[in-house]
């Protein structure tokens, strides 16, 4: 008697037809997802990697016979995986999201922390060198990461953020390091070969998911520490897309702020939905003003654009921390 078809949720068997389809395509459709739904497809397809024909046949029904002549999933599915990944979202990218969802036989042993709470991670890494820490934090999901620096003593937050923006190629010695201290404390797991972990971007990242008090007061010491990094990082957590969040009044009230040469310049280098966003917040006759104005000024040196957009970020920045202006639709400090 056969065994019954097994049941499959939504995203299992989208990565059963990812794992059937040709690499080129299933590239494709991994570069129209966000991030997270790229981990979750990117974890479905492991757990369907044994899956039977008969599983197929109930997923696919009449597709099954060209899957079954492009594929055969009763292998190991981590070159495939890791190839279509490569070509959809480049070789660091596909990296850091394999690192998170390969099963843990071959796994970084870092990925066992995704099961500690926040509390249990910060309590593991408060007596670790601050460069075993920033290791470890840089390698979480930023929104866990921020609940960590949070709890960690106040003295260690720069000094870790510090370290997680200038954080390189991990050598196998130092996650030879982080392998026996992880063993003496949550088990044992294998060890990887070099992997790239932190950044500028990675610590922007961990302080745009902290409070904004966090951010108020670990930023003046990061810069004491280093300032080139401090900026970075600064520069970093906020970039001209993130001023069409702001609501039209606020926005408004950047755009008044702003030199119009400066406004022309910035809007050159965006989408036409951006620079309606900009312009629907002006009144009609200003609006037709700066589209004159571009049309007039032909092509712009790109470095031109982000100059100004550089300019407007910053009046932004100076605008939010004298409260004229509100940025970040608010967070969770009252007082």
């Excluded at 030199?259 to 989408?271: C, I, N, S, W, Y």
Aim: net charge negative; charged share 30%.
């Amino acid at each position: 008697m056969n065994a019954p078809a097994r049941t499959f949720s939504g995203v299992e068997r989208a990565a059963v037809l990812m794992m059937l389809v040709g690499e080129e395509e299933a590239a494709q459709i991994l570069q129209k997802l966000d991030p997270e739904e790229v981990r979750e497809l990117g974890k479905a397809m492991f757990a369907v990697a044994d899956v039977s024909e008969t599983d197929v046949e109930a997923v696919l029904d009449d597709f099954v016979g060209r899957a079954v002549e492009r594929t055969a999933i009763g292998f190991d599915p981590r070159p495939k995986i890791q190839t279509m990944m490569t070509r959809a979202l480049g070789p660091e990218k596909a990296e850091s999201v394999l690192a998170r969802i390969t099963p843990p036989e071959a796994a970084c042993e870092i990925d066992l922390l995704d099961w500690l709470e926040p509390a249990d991670i910060a309590s593991l890494i408060e007596d670790e060198h601050p460069q075993i820490a920033a290791v470890l934090i840089a390698n979480l999901d930023p929104a866990v990461a921020a609940q960590v620096l949070e709890i960690l003593p106040d003295a260690m937050q720069p000094q870790i953020l510090h370290r997680v923006a200038r954080l390189g190629p991990i050598t196998p010695e130092a996650i030879e390091t982080l392998k026996s201290m992880l063993s003496r404390r949550i088990g044992n797991a294998q060890t990887p070969a070099g992997v790239q972990l932190g950044g500028t971007r990675d610590a922007a990242k961990i302080l745009s998911s902290a409070r904004k008090a966090t951010e108020a007061r670990v930023m003046p010491k990061l810069a004491k520490i280093d300032r080139e990094a401090a900026k970075a990082i600064e520069e970093a957590m906020f970039v001209f897309d993130n001023l069409l969040e702001l609501d039209d009044k606020n926005l408004g009230i950047l755009i008044r702020n702003i030199e119009t040469d400066t406004l022309v310049r910035a809007l050159k280098g965006v989408d036409e939905e951006a620079r309606e966003r900009f312009l629907g917040c002006m009144s009609s006759r200003a609006a037709d003003g700066i589209r004159d104005e571009m049309e007039a000024r032909g092509p712009m040196r790109l470095t031109e654009v982000l100059d100004a957009q550089k300019v407007i970020i910053a009046s932004a920045r100076g605008l939010a921390k004298d409260g004229t202006i509100i940025m970040g639709g608010g967070d969770d400090d009252y007082v």
